[in-house]
């Protein structure tokens, strides 16, 4: 089980299938899904589904959302990380996206900010990425809030599966050793 990036109240590690009762009290709650466009989940095999893919996109591609686990209790109280993208969006394809989501009763302490900082610092330091990218929803102030405090920059509106988003791009300062990340448009030409 490999861990990612550990704060001072975190820990963010690959899914392991022991995840999956967290993750379900997660995606059955409709309120978490308030600015997502997506339905919540009636069934954990749903959830246990989930799991494997993103443990296949660990070896596929080396990143894949990993759980955010309280250090103190070993609670799974949510989810961070990166997602290697390869659809097209807003014009994009073949990059890596920031995400998070997280547990309602645990909202609100800070745990959003601290683990996409975690995930920015793992994305720049240790992959050595270029840029990385993030959608929220227009009003979906939090998130834009966490997005912006890590530093990223909005860039413009766009459209994701039929609704208006914001779309977010980080950019590494590092110079040196950087990985190319291919954010081609998906009409460009190799
Ligand atoms: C969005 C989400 C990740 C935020 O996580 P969180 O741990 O509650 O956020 P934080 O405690 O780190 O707070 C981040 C910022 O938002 C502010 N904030 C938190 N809750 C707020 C609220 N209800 N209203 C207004 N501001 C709020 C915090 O004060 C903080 O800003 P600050 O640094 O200026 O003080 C969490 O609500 C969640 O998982 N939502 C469901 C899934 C989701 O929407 N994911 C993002 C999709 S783009």
């Known amino acids: 089980m490999k861990i ?25 709650n409709p309120n978490v899904l308030t600015y997502l466009n997506t339905p919540p989940v009636e069934k954990i095999e749903v959830i246990q589904a989930m799991i494997a893919r993103v443990q296949k996109e ?3 591609h080396g990143v894949g959302r990993v759980a955010v686990v309280l250090r103190e209790t070993q609670e799974t109280i ?15 394809i073949n990059y890596y996206d920031l995400g998070y989501r997280f547990i309602e009763r645990m909202w609100g302490n800070g745990y959003g ?11 720049y330091n240790d992959l050595k990425l270029k840029e990385v990218f993030a959608t929220a929803m227009l009003d979906h102030k939090v998130s834009r809030r966490i997005l912006e405090k890590i530093g990223l920059k909005y860039i413009e509106d766009c459209d994701y599966d039929g609704v208006p988003h914001a779309w977010y791009k980080g950019e590494n300062e590092r110079s040196e050793n950087l990985k190319d990340i291919p954010d081609r448009k998906p009409n460009k030409v190799d």
Do not use: M
């Open 4 to 28: 990612i990036a550990e704060t001072d109240r975190l820990v963010l590690r690959h899914f392991i299938t022991a995840d999956d009762q967290a993750l379900f009290e997660l995606d059955r």
């Open 58 to 60: 660990y070896e596929t």
């Open 78 to 92: 949510g989810w961070a990380g990166l997602k290697y993208i390869s659809s097209e969006i807003n014009g994009h």
């Open 113 to 123: 900010y601290e683990a996409a900082k975690a995930t920015l610092d793992y994305a």
